[in-house]
């Protein structure tokens, strides 16, 4: 365990990570190498704990805008990242992983309903645990849903796996003079208006001290790298 910097993690994948190129529905090569990444972390000890995004099947907020009210949009959000947590969870136990998927609505035909205890219970004896349904009511994306669970869990860090390598200025793929941050505060983050992550999550860690790592989850071996103390992405914290 001296080559880990963090021993209990909160792990947040965007559903579109897991999409590939094809931008909907699942790429299981990439959910494979993420199971690999996982397995890697968890033979080193590291508790792992894991939230993934709903953009590959459904983003209340975009796919529901103006056609929907904003609460039946967010419902049909959560219930796509329990389908992801049901794929993502079969895919950690052919990898020869013990998987279970905690929901924060009640579904237990298909997932366990959350509580922490639970939650600590199964981290605790080496499970990996996935985060399904997000907060649990709408209006709160889940990078908020992944902030509180990694709160409620005492993580040593929350992990967020973007499509994007780290925190800018501005968007890099628009400004090619865009800044590119190895480390900076919450202060600094919600003062510039960065969105990294919705304001609600950025607001959250700050208010619990958590320090939160944003990298590419497609830079190989990031999740490892990052567990391990490398400085790849943006680390996030209210002071350094």
Known sequence: ?????YKRILLKVSGEALAGDAHRGLDFEIVNSLCASVKECVDMGVQVGLVIGAGNFW??????????????ADAMGM?????????VADALEKHGM??????????????EYFTRDTAERYLQSGKVVLFAAGTGNP????????????????????LMAKNVDAIYSADPNKDPNAIRYTQITYGEVLDQNLRATDITAMALAMDNDMTMVCFGLDEENSIVRVVRGEQ???????KF
């Open 1 to 5: 365990m001296s080559e880990v910097k």
């Open 59 to 72: 983003r209340g907020v975009k796919d529901g805008a103006d056609k929907m009210q904003r609460s039946h």
């Open 79 to 87: 219930l796509g990242t329990v389908m992801n947590a049901i794929a």
């Open 98 to 111: 013990d998987a279970r998927v905690l929901s924060a609505v009640e579904m237990n035909k298909f997932a």
């Open 139 to 158: 209006y709160f994306s889940t990078d908020t849903g992944a902030v509180l669970r990694g709160v409620e869990i005492e993580a040593d860090a929350v």
């Open 232 to 238: 790849i992405g943006t680390t996030v914290k209210n």
